[in-house]
């Protein structure tokens, strides 16, 4: 049957024009099919669907307080309608793969994997899993190597957070932030974290099996938190192609200089800086340094952030648009999404320029989320 989104500003391939978007068959079409449901777009935004490569923010469903689990399926559910209700049609769960037990542990990790898999076709949003492989945890090695090549992984990235753990060892308030979210005492996080310290000369060896195995299955790679050029250029040598959330501008400008693509998060853009005093957003994407906002830990940050860069100035919004739409896509080689073109798919987000909020989000070339006001336009 398919869809006629009619009477909205479309962002097409020459930019924003009058135009109406059929959707069929799961797809962009040229026209509407015979007996096409209508959707009234009169004085609405029609953009591409969101493609969110790095987000976060489920693990507030999963532990919705420090020590406090829910079924991952359940966690699942919630966060995939938040998503649709945020105009997210494609979304890469940042999940982390870490030495630490609970919410980051080997288990969360195979519920996720599992609820995914269990989710997938039936949650609207295409949810793919973009697993952050925290360096010193060897013990999971193996089963993520193997997740990998089965397919499961469809993002794999470097995080390395355990040297700024162990600094913060001395710290009792630090170590029971940290041990509330594993659910254990205090003394056996810090335990746990000093176990995984001591293998640390085993880290390189590891990482190198990690970039063997996204080679061979194809998937793209990325450094996390790079502070200098020259650990993006270690990261690079081990098959990142992508600068995620670089600490400093030199880093940006050493990935962009590369050709590659530099992510940073939508709520910076939002807040109007980084709430860890990193480099502010706005003014790199302007510049071309940051190619990608993702939601990181906030799905709605990531339309807000285009209206804010455009509203800056130096951006338009269809440019502004690129960098949560067509760029992610991009990176993450996703050719068929991120525009709206006949035969890409039919990931579409309608959005009320006045409100910036989405009125409703079609997914794979179906009605996937809408609002109340959007409910009363259509046909």
């Known amino acids: 049957m398919g869809w006629w989104i009619a009477g909205g500003e479309a962002l097409l391939e020459g930019g924003f024009a009058p135009a109406g978007v059929a959707l069929a068959e799961g797809c962009v079409a040229a026209a509407a099919a015979p007996g096409a449901r209508r959707f009234d777009a009169a004085g609405l935004l029609v953009l591409p669907g969101l493609v969110d490569i790095h987000g976060d923010a489920h693990e507030r469903q999963v532990q919705p307080r420090p020590g406090v689990a829910l079924p991952a399926g359940l966690a699942l559910r919630d ?77 794999l990235a470097y995080n390395d957070h355990t040297p700024a753990i162990v600094k913060r060892l001395s710290d009792p308030k630090q170590v029971a932030k940290y041990a509330g979210r594993c659910g254990v005492a205090p003394e056996a996080f810090a335990a746990l974290a000093e176990r995984a310290w001591s293998r640390r000369a085993e880290v390189p060896a590891a990482q190198l099996r990690l970039a063997e195995a996204a080679l061979a299955a194809g998937i793209p790679v990325l450094s996390h938190d790079d502070a200098t050029p020259a650990m993006r250029a270690a990261f690079r040598a081990l098959g990142a192609t992508i600068c995620e959330f670089p600490m400093a501008e030199d880093v940006a400008a050493d990935a962009r200089a590369a050709g590659e693509h530099v992510v940073m998060g939508a709520p910076n853009v939002v807040r109007g800086g980084s709430h860890l005093g990193w480099s502010a957003a706005a003014p790199l994407a302007e510049r071309g340094l940051v190619t990608v906002l993702a939601s990181d830990y906030v799905w709605p940050a990531m339309a807000e952030a285009a209206f804010v860069l455009a509203g800056r100035g130096v951006l338009d919004l269809a440019a502004a648009w690129a960098l949560v739409s067509a760029n992610p896509a991009a990176a993450a080689g996703l050719a068929d999404r991120g525009r709206i073109a006949p035969g890409l ?18 997914a794979r070339g179906d009605l996937a989320w809408i609002s109340p006001a959007g409910a009363a336009r259509l046909g």
């Open 79 to 155: 966060s995939a309608s938040q998503m649709l209700a945020a105009g997210i049609t494609t979304a890469f769960l940042g999940v982390t793969l870490s030495w630490e037990p609970g919410l980051r542990g080997i288990e969360a990790w195979r519920q996720t994997l599992s609820a995914v898999a269990a989710a997938r076709g039936g949650a609207g949003v295409d949810l793919r899993i973009h697993c952050r492989f925290e360096a010193d945890n060897l013990d999971a090695l193996e089963e993520v190597l193997a997740d990998i090549a089965a397919g499961r992984v469809q993002l």
């Open 345 to 362: 798919r039919g990931d579409v987000v309608v959005v009320d320029p006045a409100s910036r909020a989405p009125v409703a989000t079609f």
